[in-house]
Structures are given as C-alpha cells and as structure tokens.
C-alpha cells in the first residue's frame, strides 16, 4: 500500500505517536555525519515514517484508529529486567503544543517503550511562551507540579530543568516539593557558566549540564514540513506536534550509550 495506505490512514486518525526505537540500530543513521538536533529529529522522523508506511497491508488501510501508532518494529529495544540496575534512562521533554497534562503520557510511553516501570532523570525544555511574555515561575509551575506527582508515584526518580538563569531556578528552587537535581544551560547562550548561577547550584547541590538543543527543537512548520515529504497526499497542515521526548540508556560502569531514541506525540486539527 505504501504512502497512499499510510495518507488514508492518516486522515482517519485523531492523533499520531512516532516512536524511533533506537536509534543505534539504524545503520543509515549512524554512518551519517553528526547533524543538529534539529536536522536529526527530521531525519528520525522521516526515516521511521517512511519504513513504517512501506509495510502498511491492505487490511490495515480499512482500519480506523484514534491513535495511530507509527513504528518500526525492529527498531524497537526493550532493556532486560536482569540489565535495569546497570543502566541509567534519561529523558528529555519538549513541549511544543500543548499543556501540563501531557507530560504523563509521554513518561508513560516511554515507559513502555523501553519496558521498565520509572525512568531515572528527565528534564523539562520550557514550554514556548507567547511572544514579548517572558518565562516566569507561575509559567512553569503546572509542569514542574506534574512532574512532582510523578515523583510522588515513582514514575521518576529524579527531575531537573533547562535554561534557567540564576533568579529564576532560585524561584523555582525555593518553592517547589521536589527540588530540580539538574539545570541545562545552552552552550550558544554562554562560553562560561554564569558565576552567579554556578554558586547557588553549589550551594544547593542542582548540577549543571550543558547542551546543544535549540529553543525549538521541533516547530510546527517543521513538523509538517517532514511529514509532507514522507507521506503522498497527506494533509500535513492538519497535524500539530504535542510534545517531543528524547531518551538515552546509558552503561553506568562505562558511561556509554546503549540507547537512544525519540518519541514523538502529535494531534489532528480537522477543519
């Protein structure tokens, strides 16, 4: 059936999850020059819609789902139950498109993904806010308090934030239950860590980590765009990305990626 079974299919759904899988199993991937986060996110998601609408059947081009699972099978790599311990499962959450709530769904679906029963560390991007409104503490509280409800039910062991300066995670610090155990600054925005923001992370234990991701990792326009590409006839302005979910398994004793993959959530805005 191909991207024609993969559009029908598409135009039936309410909403899409794309799951990588990972990502060190795709050979095309990995021979391939470093790109940004951006550009590998394109790719990711084009390559896995590609392979997944290649092997859409007939009978399940009839089919009509809520939630249209977009994956490649043998792409996907659960960790062994006897290996957990070893292993350390972080996470990073973008939010593109929608609210608090959805941060369950997507720790719950990765979750899944990797068949374990709570992920080690994740770390939340701010959410987009409107343009001329800057980030406050009252922003981020509906998400930081959904994260701590999944503390509290040991979905999460530990949370932590990214690009916060020094007032802000002292904000964030000061009033939240479960204190962040990390912050993320961006190594575009500073070639030295801010010395402000270096001596309250000392004082209150918060590890600092650097990274690479834009502010967008992955826009609407983009989102679309990739999808266009990769399915015939699809009417790509009618998906919006909810949220993005990049996660690494690492060899604790080593210090090298076992894992590595991207979960992706998106609705369908029919007219």
């Known amino acids: 059936m191909g991207t024609e079974g993969a559009g029908a299919l598409l135009e039936r759904a309410g909403r899409l999850t794309l799951q990588t899988g990972n990502l060190l199993n795709w050979g095309c991937l990995r021979k391939k020059c470093p790109a940004t986060p951006s550009e590998e996110v394109r790719d990711c998601i084009q390559k896995t819609m590609t ?8 009978d399940q081009n009839q089919e009509t789902l809520e939630v249209l699972e977009c994956t490649v099978a043998q792409a996907i790599e659960k960790i062994n139950p006897e290996e957990r ?5 972080s996470a990073k959450l973008f939010i593109v498109g929608s609210n608090s709530s959805s941060i369950r769904d997507a720790v719950d679906l990765a979750c899944s993904a990797l068949g374990v029963a709570q992920l080690d560390s994740v770390i939340i991007a701010p959410p987009p806010v409107e343009d001329g409104t800057n980030l406050s503490l009252e922003y981020l509280q509906p998400y930081w308090k959904e994260l701590e409800n999944l503390v509290q039910n040991k979905k999460i062991v530990a949370i932590g934030t990214s690009d916060l300066d020094k007032v802000l995670l002292e904000q964030l610090y000061l009033w939240a239950q479960v204190k962040p155990s990390s912050n993320q600054v961006n190594l575009a925005s500073c070639c030295v860590m801010p010395p402000d923001l270096t001596a309250f992370a000392k004082e209150c234990d918060i590890q600092l980590l650097t990274h690479n991701d834009p502010k967008e990792l992955l826009c609407e326009g983009s989102f679309q765009e ?3 590409e990769s399915i015939q006839n699809v009417k790509a ?5 909810l949220w993005l979910l990049r996660y690494s398994v690492i060899v604790k004793s080593r210090g090298i990626i076992k894992s590595k993959g991207y979960i992706i959530q998106a609705k369908r805005n029919a007219s």
């Open 51 to 58: 392979e997944w609408s290649s092997k859409i059947s007939q």
């Open 85 to 89: 311990d070893e292993l350390k499962v």
């Open 226 to 228: 990739v999808l266009r």
């Open 237 to 241: 302005n009618e998906w919006i990305p």
